[in-house]
């Protein structure tokens, strides 16, 4: 497994691997690697004859006064992980090497950004599009993988894709969870036993929300009002928002009559968790 830092010498990597007619997938991370990421390691993997992984704590996707400086960080077990997986190439570069002084360039999506996170978290998704689309430019993949757990940022990366003319072909992978049904991420590393049993109530709250839907609910306004009543019910936790959108436009609907993506974000103490589920309305 080769470990690269220069986005330059990545770059030259990845055309030699493509002169030789070898199939390249990325799978971008931030690092302190868990089951989730290694399923779209391993999706990838079963594709392709090179395997890139970055690793990249993207500080432009992180708004004023969230966690960038303590977001976790494990290089050794990541690179173990790694290693484990079949990983090829580690693309790890310093942020002084991936933001240049002087740059002047972003890359906006506009409407899958607005509301549900980006309501939230200014500047948040022209952070990831900015650093997905370099690392494009960078490690030249045919294919890339994301996971369903952050379903607006896959749906913002794929209108990219789609309106800039990116060659790289976009997987889903759906959302690993822990047994008891949290959804996997780095920041729960963040949580003290008791706030872990709180963030349990986000799946949980979703899970009511599913069976609602497939009982027959089709009012938007009274599912959201459903998962709210659960979650309202946990003290300490607070909900930032929960909505129902198209699954496949990210678009309001007025009626659940067509498969719904129900998405929330809700802090757990100093810990802002995100989930969703899709679900189809019966028949
Ligand atoms: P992150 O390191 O959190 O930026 O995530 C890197 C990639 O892993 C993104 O495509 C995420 O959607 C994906 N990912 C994170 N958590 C999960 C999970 N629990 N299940 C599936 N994919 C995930």
Known sequence: MKIIESPTQMQALAEEQRRRGERIGLVPTMGYLHEGHLSLMRAVRARVGVLVTSVFVNPTQFAPGEDLERYPRDPERDRQLMESEGVD???APPVE?????????????TGVTQGLCGAFRPGHFRGVT???AKLFNIVKPHLAAFGAKDYQQLMAIRQMVRDLNFDVEIIELPIVREPDGLAMSSRNAYLTPAERETALSLSRALNRGRAAVEGGMRDPHALVAEIRRELGERKGLEVEYVEVRDAATLAAVAEIDRPVVVALAARVSRTRLIDNVVVMPPG
């Open 89 to 91: 190439v580690v693309f």
């Open 97 to 109: 090497a991936m933001y240049l002084p002087g740059a002047q360039t972003w890359v906006e999506v």
């Open 130 to 132: 900015t650093v997905v």
